[in-house]
């Protein structure tokens, strides 16, 4: 996996929130009443709740937006029964994707999914055949913008009980369990350390290469999911080339 990959994909996603900011904090919204009225509103006890606020903190959600949705969420207030729905399939040069969708209608989500792997080249497999190559993890991303010292980051990082540290182009990514996430995070702050990224995410155990005409087809594929309305998340295992920024 390309370190300039990597950095190439963040950066697209941050552009590709900006271009949708309107659907993505509606999205947000959503999944946090969700994952509050599923699991009350303590994001201790509430992995669910826990994934969506620092998913609104990275997006930069208004703290309105996100504190209506927690009082939604806990005073059950009326509204349409969605339900939680994980796709897994196969994009482009058998890259894994698993979608994470919240609908009120799975036969429209399930078509609507369906339609995109099979238009842009992709299968729409069984539950479980991708599912076990993704592990749930804490990633923060440095930029090679912040200049961070390496002995500085590593050791906030890994004192906090992070996994691994990697130093890449410059800046470096940190990976953690989801039990030191707040740790490694506020270890980060205290050093004084920048984060471009904080995520709660899926990471696959091994990323699958694209160039050429099947990166240019996965990114298509990608830009549509996340264009559907349902599709909360969307996870992959594509090492896209820097182009594709």
Not at 122 to 135: D, I, K, Q, W
Not at 210 to 219: C, I, M, P, R
Request: a negative charge; glycine letters at 10%.
């Amino acid at each position: 996996m390309s370190g300039h990959s990597k950095w190439a994909n963040i950066k697209h996603k941050k552009g590709k929130a900006d271009a949708l900011r309107g659907k993505i904090t509606t999205k947000i919204s959503r999944e946090i009443t969700i994952a509050v009225r599923m699991g009350g509103a303590d994001p201790t006890g509430n992995m669910k709740l826990k994934l969506a606020l620092t998913k609104a903190k990275a997006n930069n959600i208004p703290k309105e937006n996100i504190q209506r949705a927690i009082q939604k969420g806990a005073g059950a207030l009326d509204g349409s029964s969605y339900e939680e729905i994980t796709y897994e399939g196969y994009g482009p040069a058998g890259v894994a994707v698993m979608i994470n969708c919240l609908t009120d209608n799975r036969n429209r989500t399930a078509a609507d999914v369906r339609h995109v792997f099979s238009k842009y080249g992709g299968n729409l497999g069984a539950t479980g055949c991708v599912g076990y190559m993704f592990n749930l993890k804490g990633v923060f991303a440095i930029s090679p913008e912040v200049e961070a010292d390496e002995d500085t980051v590593m050791m906030a990082a890994l004192e906090a009980g992070a996994e691994d540290v990697k130093a890449e182009d410059g800046g470096f990514e940190v990976v953690t369990s989801p039990e030191a996430f707040d740790d490694v995070e506020k270890a980060l702050a205290d050093a004084g350390i920048e984060v471009e990224v904080a995520e709660l995410t899926m990471v696959p155990d091994t990323m699958t290469e694209l160039a050429g005409d099947d990166a240019e087809k996965f990114q298509k594929m990608l830009d549509a999911l996340e264009e559907l309305d349902d599709v909360q998340d969307v996870y992959h295992s594509a090492d896209m080339p820097e182009e594709e920024e």
